[in-house]
């Protein structure tokens, strides 16, 4: 197992806490219970279940530097770095790249994505212990991800409002990750099943992390 997989701690739906190199990052917290103070927080785009101001709260300092999309910055207050596709920055020593993340094929109505290309939603890409860690954010397979090079991918599986399982399955083999994880369910989101489902299709190593509360 990579020996990163233990400091990523998923905390439901598409929300997780990584302690690594003496700093605490959390990405789209949502939900939370008692966890510790924030170095970092990046939220991928404005949605509630990934930016949420109440969750942000519970975790900020005066010193916390949050990373989001110009849209989720009008709803928050502290350190904001605005990012959009395609930006690089370093943050507390962090290397942190975004990459967009919209969908091709989910409709809220038709000729309406959920999640439009043009609202400038992003992934992460973050480098902690040597590692290329890859949150995709709610994306479905886009064409971007032929270029993307990661040791670990973070891919929804629910579908409906991203990939399914088995369109996960399609972007680990185009992304090639040393080690996949499956998100996107936990939490009323998506059905926990289908991160079962994603490592039956899929000859990429998957670990499939414990929820935690």
Not at 137 to 151: A, H, L, Q, W, Y
Request: glycine share 8%; charged share 25%; proline share 7%.
């Amino acid at each position: 197992m990579n020996p990163m997989i233990e400091k990523i701690h998923w905390l439901g739906h598409d929300s997780f806490r990584i302690e690594a190199d003496d700093l605490v990052i959390y990405i789209d917290p949502w939900q939370l219970g008692r966890c510790p103070d924030a170095d970092i927080i990046l939220i991928t785009h404005d949605h509630i279940d990934h930016c949420s101001p109440d969750d942000v709260a519970k975790i900020q300092r005066d010193d916390t530097v949050i990373v989001t999309t110009k849209e989720s910055a009008k709803k928050l207050k502290g350190q904001i770095r605005v990012v959009k596709p395609g930006d690089s920055l370093t943050v507390k020593g962090v290397p942190i790249e975004t990459v967009p993340a919209y969908n091709l094929t989910k409709f809220r109505s038709p000729g309406e994505p959920f999640h439009p290309k043009d609202a400038g939603h992003v992934g992460f890409i973050l480098t902690l212990g040597g590692q290329r860690i890859y949150h995709t954010g709610d994306s479905d397979v886009i064409p971007e991800m032929e270029s993307i090079e990661v040791d670990i991918a973070l891919l929804p599986v629910s579908g409906i409002y991203v990939m399914t399982a088995e369109e996960a399955a399609e972007a680990a083999r185009i992304i090639q990750p040393q080690v996949a994880i499956p998100m996107h369910i936990g939490r009323g989101i998506g059905s926990m099943d289908a991160a079962g489902q994603f490592e039956q299709m899929t000859s990429i190593p998957v670990e499939i992390l414990a929820l935690e509360t």
